[in-house]
Each structure stands twice: as structure tokens, then as C-alpha cells.
């Protein structure tokens, strides 16, 4: 089956969908229909079954032999350019700045115990402050 145009990739990763879709990128097997359901707390196989071949006609996810349902190919879009998968885990971009400007402010404050610049020391935590919590929105606001 061809790929779906990424416009319209972009448009039916919503919702439940996008749910089902992050749930077989987190996992990264083949997974059932029923598995599926049960995890992500569908109503009934058929809605999980609906999304799934939403998946399937964009060319996103693929069908084996035993009828389970595996990753085709990756899509970046809309939320998840807010996000990195690194093996299992799904972490917020803005976390890699937060940690970063965290570890200058830690070296600066224990390279200059005796004589703190206000400026340098309102860069550095404040920097560090502003990421960290620009990261917890992102992550409250994770599709998974």
C-alpha cells in the first residue's frame, strides 16, 4: 500500500488515534487488537480495530501474518516535534536545555563560592528555572 502524503499524516494523527499510534512506537512489536484495547482503555476491540486500519490506509503501520499490528515507519508531527524517543522512554526536548543550563548553574556556583555575580547568577539559575518548567508543561500536555 503507498504512503499517505504527509499533510494527511499529519491530519489523522488526532486523538485516539495518535494514542494508538504512540502506544506501537513505545512498544515497538507486533501487538493484537485486544491488546491494544485493554491497555489503552478502549470500549470495545472495533474502536481500537477503527484505528488501527486508519493507521494501516496511511501506510503508517503494517499487518503480519498472524494479523498483529507493527510500526511501518516513524512520523514526526505537530505534538511530537515537542518530544525525543530515546529506546523506550519519551522525554521533552526542552528538558536537554533545562539539564544543560542546570549543570552551568551548578558548576558556576561551585567555581565561584566566594564572590557570586548577580547577573551571572540570575542567567544561570533563572535560565535554568525557565526551562525546567517549559519542559513539565510540554510533558503535562503529552498525547501518551
Given amino acids: 500500500m503507498p504512503e499517505a502524503p504527509r499533510e494527511a499524516v499529519e491530519y489523522a ?9 504512540l502506544y506501537l512506537l513505545k512498544h515497538g512489536k507486533a501487538i493484537g487488537v485486544r491488546e491494544i484495547q485493554k491497555a489503552l482503555g478502549f470500549s470495545s476491540p472495533s474502536v481500537a480495530f477503527h484505528h488501527l486500519d486508519k493507521l494501516v490506509e ?19 508531527t ?27 548553574a551548578a558548576a558556576y ?6 564572590y557570586l555575580d548577580l547577573y551571572a ?10 526551562f525546567w518548567y517549559e519542559a513539565w508543561r510540554v510533558w503535562r500536555r503529552k498525547p501518551f
Fill in 13 to 21: 494523527l488526532r486523538g485516539k488515534t495518535l494514542t494508538v499510534y
Fill in 58 to 76: 496511511l501506510g503508517v503501520v503494517e499487518k503480519d501474518q498472524y494479523d498483529r499490528y507493527v510500526l511501518a515507519r516513524k512520523v514526526d
Fill in 78 to 104: 505537530g505534538i511530537l516535534h515537542s518530544f525525543v524517543s530515546i529506546g523506550g522512554l519519551t522525554l521533552p526536548r526542552l528538558g536537554f536545555y533545562a539539564a544543560f543550563f542546570t549543570t552551568i
Fill in 109 to 114: 556556583l561551585l567555581a565561584n563560592r566566594g
Fill in 121 to 130: 547568577l540570575i542567567g544561570t539559575v533563572g535560565g535554568a528555572a525557565i
